[in-house]
């Protein structure tokens, strides 16, 4: 039940040599592509979104999911949240801190968490800090969580090396 998701660039998104790369990386991984999952911000679709999305595309056919980062954030949300292939949302962690205290912050919550389930994707929770985050999250409904309540941020590398079985096959990760 491991997951990996890694952070893309709107330039890494763009250059076709670090794409070729990627792939063979996904192609040859001692992971499952099933277990790996690229997030993209928003502003990386802004900068352009035919290309973008051909990225996405090319990506989940070989398994992986796709993100999209930092949702609510950006001049479009919602039409990206309408016209993007991605399996995920995360909701950007500037609603998150605050929602218990900021019910404006805590309304956008609630209207992506629905509308992106209405949607069928699966939701997600940045910057989770403490507790009661966690819990009003896990009663409206949100599919995950992640922040530092759960655990700091570690090298891929290092947790690699906890679950890949023969760690010989880790090469530069």
Do not use: W
Request: aromatic content about 10%; overall charge negative.
């Amino acid at each position: 039940d491991i997951s990996f998701s890694l952070n893309l660039s709107t330039k890494s998104v763009m250059e076709s040599e670090f794409k070729k790369y990627l792939k063979e990386c996904i192609t040859n991984s001692p992971i499952p592509a099933s277990q790996l999952g690229f997030e993209i911000t928003e502003t990386a679709l802004a900068k352009d979104i035919k290309e973008t999305v051909a990225f996405m595309e090319e990506v989940r056919s070989l398994g992986c999911s796709c993100y999209l980062d930092d949702f609510g954030s950006g001049f479009a949300s919602f039409s990206y949240l309408k016209d993007f292939p991605v399996n995920y949302v995360k909701i950007d962690g500037i609603f998150v801190r605050e929602m218990i205290q900021n019910t404006a912050d805590l309304a956008m919550v609630i209207s992506i968490m629905e509308l992106a389930h209405f949607m069928e994707k699966v939701v997600i929770a940045e910057h989770v800090s403490d507790a009661s985050i966690g819990k009003a999250l896990q009663e409206m409904g949100v599919d995950f969580a992640q922040g530092h309540h759960f655990g700091r941020p570690r090298p891929f590398a290092e947790v690699l090396r906890e679950i890949v079985e023969d760690p010989a096959q880790i090469s530069n990760a």
